[in-house]
């Protein structure tokens, strides 16, 4: 079973950038869709972002043209890109993976702390 790792997460003042990774301990290829979630205080957990095996990218509307995410492939590893953080967007974020089963279990995720 593919481990996936999340880091990249700390604190950063409102309107700044963050780029989270996600590595997987082994291959991605295989993977229906890799996604990002995250957990705010108090709250239940949300969905971020959504990238397929063709490279098709889908956000809600709270982030949508403020965060990117890509994936390589060959390196097995997925990235969150954040930018114009705003206090919001405070929360533990967490990477999985879309299998034909479904999601993949929750990993220990990675704090992100906007400061305003």
């Known amino acids: 079973q593919v481990q996936l790792v999340e880091s990249g997460g700390g604190l950063v003042q409102e309107g700044g950038s963050l780029r989270l990774s996600c590595a997987a301990s082994?291959?991605?290829?295989?993977?229906?869709?890799m996604g990002w979630f995250r957990q705010a205080p108090g709250k239940q957990r949300d969905w971020v972002a959504t990238i397929t095996r063709g490279g098709e990218t889908t956000y809600p509307d709270s982030v949508k043209g403020r965060f990117t995410i890509s994936r390589d492939n060959a390196k097995n590893t997925v990235w969150l890109q954040m930018n114009s953080l705003k206090t919001g967007d405070t929360a533990v974020y967490y990477c999985?993976?879309?299998?034909?089963?479904?999601?993949?279990?929750w990993g220990r995720g990675t704090q992100v702390t906007v400061s305003s």
């Open positions: 999985r993976a879309l299998r034909a089963l479904g999601w993949s279990s």
């Open positions: 082994g291959s991605i290829f295989s993977f229906n869709a």
